[in-house]
């Protein structure tokens, strides 16, 4: 093979080798980007929400309760401030569950079970403490109907919380895997590389090195002949 085609050659299996590893480099900074950015617009989001939800339906009936034991108005803050808050927290979860059917379908099944609880349970509660019922306040507060409302919303909190955790570890493992891939054709890419120079090298020291030397050498043999022959 002449010199031109070799370094054509070299040329092509350059741009091909550039061409291959910077499609899996950009493919794999894709992936980690797009994991990452899962993480932080998804995992971390859903977390937060999900625990803020869980402490204001906690307070909705913490503030209900200390209302009916006390009978102060003043007592029903937190279940002010519960209600306000978990209708936020559910309206977010709502937003970032949007692709995601079960868990959707969890925070709908808590919602439903939250505004009956307020509608059943906790208004009839508080209107009969304000009227000085509270005998028949805590009947409704106690009745079968409040603890199937907060058991439910409990089991399905929890469920939900369950279920972003562990969306959570695909997303963490996914990541991962994809970090892993990146570093592993940065790695190849190099060794490739260099191997590649390598090549290039001792084919160049071979096809034109070598030559240039050794015509080096016959031409001084043959000055030094001349010199002889005078």
């Given at each position: 093979?002449?010199?031109r085609?070799?370094?054509w050659l070299a040329?092509?299996?350059?741009?091909?080798?550039v061409?291959?590893?910077?499609?899996?480099l950009?493919?794999q900074?894709?992936?980690?980007?797009?994991?990452e950015?899962?993480v932080?617009?998804?995992?971390?989001?859903?977390?937060?929400?999900?625990?803020?939800?869980?402490t204001a339906?906690?307070d909705?009936e913490?503030g209900v309760?200390?209302?009916?034991l006390t009978g102060?108005?003043?007592?029903?803050g937190p279940?002010?401030?519960?209600?306000?808050r978990?209708?936020?927290?559910?309206?977010?979860?709502?937003?970032l569950?949007?692709?995601e059917p079960e868990?959707?379908?969890l925070t709908?099944?808590i919602?439903?079970d939250r505004?009956?609880?307020i509608?059943?349970i906790?208004?009839?509660?508080?209107?009969?403490?304000?009227?000085?019922?509270?005998?028949?306040?805590?009947?409704v507060?106690?009745?079968?109907?409040?603890?199937?409302?907060?058991?439910?919303m409990?089991?399905d909190s929890s469920?939900l919380g369950?279920?972003?955790e562990?969306?959570?570890?695909?997303?963490f493992?996914?990541l991962?895997t994809?970090?892993?891939?990146?570093v592993?054709?940065v790695?190849?890419?190099v060794l490739?590389?260099?191997g590649?120079?390598m090549?290039a090298?001792f084919?160049a020291r071979r096809?034109?090195i070598?030559?240039?030397d050794?015509?080096?050498?016959?031409?001084r043999?043959?000055?030094?002949?001349g010199?002889?022959?005078?």
């Open positions: 093979m002449s010199l085609k070799s370094a040329v092509a299996v350059a741009a091909g080798l061409l291959v590893f910077g499609g899996f950009f493919w900074t894709v992936g980690v980007s797009a994991a950015d899962r932080r617009t998804f995992y971390f989001p859903a977390v937060a929400q999900a625990g803020l939800m869980e339906l906690s909705m913490r309760a200390n209302h009916l102060r108005e003043a007592e029903l279940y002010v401030n519960g209600v306000r978990s209708d936020l927290a559910l309206g977010q979860l709502q937003q569950l949007r692709g868990l959707l379908e709908t099944s919602r439903s505004d009956s609880w509608e059943e906790a208004t009839p509660t508080n209107d009969l403490v304000r009227e000085g019922e509270s005998a028949a306040a805590l009947v507060f106690d009745s079968p109907l409040a603890d199937e409302l907060l058991l439910q409990q089991s469920t369950a279920l972003i562990e969306e959570g570890v695909v997303i493992d996914e991962t994809q970090n892993y891939l990146l592993v054709t790695v190849v890419s490739l590389l260099w590649f120079l090549g090298f084919l096809r034109i070598e030559p240039v050794d015509l080096g050498r016959q031409v043999l043959v000055a030094r002949r010199e002889h022959t005078r």
